[in-house]
């Protein structure tokens, strides 16, 4: 079984892009941040706070993606769409940063630049049980680009070795 790209309403995209246009959220240079999960250690919220920081600085419009409950990280708008407005606003973005967590099972056919970000400790249900981090371990299409936190590394080393990678630079042109 081969997961295809599921068909956006054109409903569903103006959604979203109505979304984005409330927020301010430029199409093609939007970072859509996904900090949280609910299935494993995330990470330090300072890395989250100096990527959005940095990407910012860069030129790039950032919203954090917010279930109920959670807040933004600061200076961004909080995404509180549903997720297929989700999956079409990381389209119209253009980028997509997100723990290890179900949003990217859901994105993982998007046309967007992608990437995961999560830590090196092994997520375990039960001992004999564990979970399968990589998307095509899961029989998903994968276009991924993995960064995973070392045990001990510093919070903002691992931010800035995330935001080294070519993809995060800067925006495209307009």
């Known amino acids: 079984m081969t997961a295809t790209q599921p068909r956006v309403m054109p409903v569903v995209r103006a959604a979203a ?10 199409q093609g240079r939007t970072v859509l941040l996904a900090p949280t999960s609910s299935s494993q ?54 980028f997509f940063i997100s723990t290890r967590n179900g949003l990217c099972e859901v994105c993982c ?3 967007t630049n992608f990437h995961i970000l ?5 997520f375990s249900l039960w001992p ?8 095509a371990e899961n029989g998903l299409p994968d276009k991924a680009v993995y960064h995973t936190k070392s045990n001990g590394e510093p919070a903002l080393g691992f931010a ?11 925006p495209p042109e307009p």
Not at 17 to 26: A, G, P
Request: proline content about 9%; some cysteine; overall charge negative.
């Open 17 to 26: 892009l109505d979304r984005m246009r409330e927020l301010k959220l430029v």
């Open 41 to 94: 250690q995330p990470l330090p919220w300072q890395s989250w706070q100096h990527i959005a920081d940095v990407l910012s600085q860069r030129g790039f419009t950032v919203a954090t993606n917010c279930g109920p409950g959670e807040s933004p990280l600061p200076g961004t708008p909080a995404w509180t769409s549903p997720i297929s407005e989700l999956y079409a606003a990381t389209e119209i973005g253009g």
């Open 109 to 111: 056919t998007a046309d």
């Open 118 to 122: 999560m830590d090196d400790l092994l």
């Open 128 to 135: 004999a049980v564990n979970v399968l981090r990589r998307l």
């Open 160 to 170: 800035d070795r995330v935001l080294a990678h070519p993809d995060l630079q800067q």
